[in-house]
């Protein structure tokens, strides 16, 4: 019912009850039910048409205050509006993709960290958000975190892996070089294992803290990713590497695990970062090897040395017995040892070394001085090569003994540029003896030494071309021909 029909209606009952009322009519009971009736039909119509003119009137406030009915879909990812679509399906298909796109660029379960969310709009024409720049939008605003492996030790976290298999792989590498080596020395490994509690936990982390394996591998091995490596050269050793870097044997053993440091050739690169690894591999292997005996030492005396003077009668000879044991290590260093079984090769031969017991002769020079080693003479005194050779060569096996030409007092004993290792005695008199490119040396500096005296070992240090002493008689620093004055007063 509109407003004009209900007017009329209205007008018309007016008008009716009214001319009833002017003409005075008796009413009977049946025409006091039809008024009735009439004035309860005219309340009702006041009742509908005012329900239907406040519903028309809120239907026109609505449209006043909202416009038309809603046609798109504002887009919000994250906390970040980025346009405005009008269909969803197309947006949640680009957001899908993207994520694929990157589970393949990184290779791992990846959660993104922004939710997509839609909103009922009333947009005009031309102000729909193209799909091209929507996805463009999600990929600028975009965060990501991965599942990833992180490695607990004790509980605390050391390196994180990009999958369970690499973490594994990890922990097995650590093992790998005391088992290599354990083959090499021919053991038989019975237990390897980690003392520390080691946990590999499954995790959500941002992408940038995932590691490399190798780097993992070298901090777990050595506590740091510092490289220093030394290139072995020809007669070295681990006693010489070590020294010449102010380390220990067992510090250059510890810092390469996986070699053998018996057999190291030149070429061969040996470590010289002491490790302080994370992780402590213990070790139990039966091992079965030879070992030496040690002999006993006995003394004979005799007239015919000097006090001070020793002499070997019969050199030692160590025995052998082959030993099986149970071997404890920690971190391929050796710390406990069980012996299971012993059978001896060989017996030891005891050393007999000769004591002399004659008296001291006197430690000032005699006057005349003698041959210091034996050997054959192979370059005199005078020029050689067009330069002056200012002494006698005297050639003879290394670690033959070097004696005293006489007595003196020894002025110098070490290392002197193209003599090698070199003894200087003053023998009083301005006349003093050299001994050159020596192997050993016996004495001291300020030491009185008599006729005679082991001082050295012919050896071949400094320029030197072979075993040999180089002998030199100065006087008053000038040197002299050693033959002229050997077998012959000189004072």
């Not at 096996?397 to 004993?413: F, L, Q």
Request: with cysteine; charged share 25%.
């Amino acid at each position: 019912m509109n407003g004009s029909t209900f007017r009329t209606l209205k007008e018309k009952m007016v008008k009716y009850y009214c001319e009833l009322k002017k003409k005075k009519f008796k009413l009977n009971l049946r025409k006091k039910s039809t008024i009735m009736f009439l004035c309860t039909l005219l309340l009702l119509t006041f009742i509908v048409s005012g329900a239907f003119a406040v519903h028309h009137f809120q239907q026109k406030q609505e449209t006043v205050a909202f416009g038309s009915k809603p046609n798109a879909y504002k887009v919000t990812f994250g906390n970040q509006e980025i346009g405005t679509v009008q269909d969803t399906e197309s947006v949640i298909l680009a957001f899908d993709k993207i994520q694929n796109e990157l589970l393949k660029k990184v290779n791992l379960d990846v959660v993104i960290n922004e939710n997509i969310s839609f909103e009922d709009v009333y947009v005009e024409n031309g102000q729909i958000t193209p799909l091209g720049v929507i996805r463009d939008n999600i990929t600028k605003n975009l965060s990501f975190d991965v599942y990833a492996y992180a490695i607990n030790i004790n509980g605390k976290q050391f390196g994180v892996l990009e999958s369970e298999a690499l973490a594994e792989k990890l922990l097995k590498s650590i093992k790998e070089p005391y088992i290599n080596r354990m083959k090499e020395e021919n053991s038989n490994l019975e237990e390897i294992g980690i003392l520390e509690e080691v946990e590999i936990v499954r995790k959500k982390v941002p992408a940038s803290e995932v590691q490399d394996f190798n780097t993992v591998l070298t901090l777990f091995e050595k506590g740091t990713t510092e490289e220093k490596v030394h290139i072995v050269q020809k007669g070295e050793n681990y006693w010489n590497i070590a020294k010449k870097y102010n380390l220990t044997v067992d510090e250059l053993i510890q810092a390469n695990p996986g070699k053998n440091h018996i057999l190291i050739h030149p070429g061969d690169g040996i470590n010289l970062i002491v490790p302080k690894p994370y992780l402590t591999v213990v070790t139990w292997e039966e091992k079965t090897f030879s070992e030496k005996i040690k002999y006993d030492k006995k003394t004979e005396y005799t007239s015919s040395l000097y006090k001070d003077q020793v002499q070997v009668k019969r050199k030692g000879v160590y025995g052998e017995k082959q030993v099986t044991a149970k071997v404890k290590k920690i971190n391929g260093i050796e710390v406990a040892k069980e012996i299971l079984n012993e059978v001896i090769i060989s017996n030891p031969i005891a050393q007999i070394n000769l004591q002399g017991t004659k008296k001291l002769p006197s430690l000032k020079g005699t006057g005349i001085f003698m041959r210091p080693t034996r050997g054959s003479l192979t370059s005199r005194f005078g020029m050689r090569w067009g330069r002056m050779h200012n002494g006698v060569d005297l050639a003879s096996r290394t670690g033959t003994p070097i004696k005293a030409a006489d007595g003196g007092v020894v002025t110098y004993a070490g290392w002197k540029g193209n003599y090698g290792y070199l003894v200087e005695i003053d023998h009083g008199g301005g006349f003093k003896t050299r001994y050159g490119h020596c192997s050993k040396i016996y004495v001291k500096v300020g030491q009185k030494v008599y006729k005679d005296k082991t001082i050295a070992a012919v050896g071949s240090t400094g320029r030197s071309t072979g075993p040999h002493v180089h002998f030199e008689v100065l006087k008053h620093g000038v040197p002299q021909d050693p033959f002229k004055y050997i077998g012959k007063k000189y004072r």
